[in-house]
Nanobody, 114 residues
C-alpha cells in the first residue's frame, strides 16, 4: 500500500502561513488521489482537502476553503498543503492519506499561538 511521510509543521502566529509536505513511496504516485486530514486534541479526525490524480480536481472542507491550497508534484512524488491566515482553531496534527487506501503518514503538528 505504500508509505507516506509528512513534514513542515511547526509553531506559527495567528495570521501566519505554513506549507506541509507529504512524500510518498511504494506505489504509482501519479495514479493516486490524496487527502489531508487533521485531528485536534479531544476531537475527531476531520477532512481538510483532497486532490485527485488530475491536478485540477480538488476539494476542500468549509474551514479550509479560501485559506488552504492542496497541490501535488508528480515528479517529486509529493503532495503539499499551503495554509494561510492560520488561526488557533487550525491547531492540530495534520495527516496525509492515500485516498481509498489505509495508508497514512505519521502526522505533523501545527500550532497557532501568539
Amino acid at each position: 500500500q505504500g508509505h507516506l511521510v509528512e513534514s513542515g509543521g511547526g509553531l506559527v502566529q495567528p495570521g501566519g502561513s505554513l506549507t506541509l509536505s507529504c512524500v510518498a513511496a511504494g506505489f504509482t504516485f501519479s495514479c493516486a488521489a490524496f487527502q489531508w486530514f487533521r485531528q485536534a486534541p479531544g476531537k475527531e479526525r476531520e477532512h481538510v482537502a483532497t486532490i485527485y490524480s488530475t491536478h485540477t480536481l480538488t476539494d476542500y472542507s468549509a474551514s479550509a476553503k479560501g485559506r488552504f491550497t492542496i497541490s501535488r508534484d508528480n515528479r517529486k512524488e509529493t503532495v503539499y498543503l499551503q495554509m494561510t491566515n492560520l488561526n488557533p482553531e487550525d491547531k492540530a496534527v495534520y495527516y496525509c492519506q492515500r485516498m481509498n487506501y489505509d495508508t497514512w503518514g505519521q502526522g505533523t503538528q501545527v500550532t497557532v499561538e501568539s
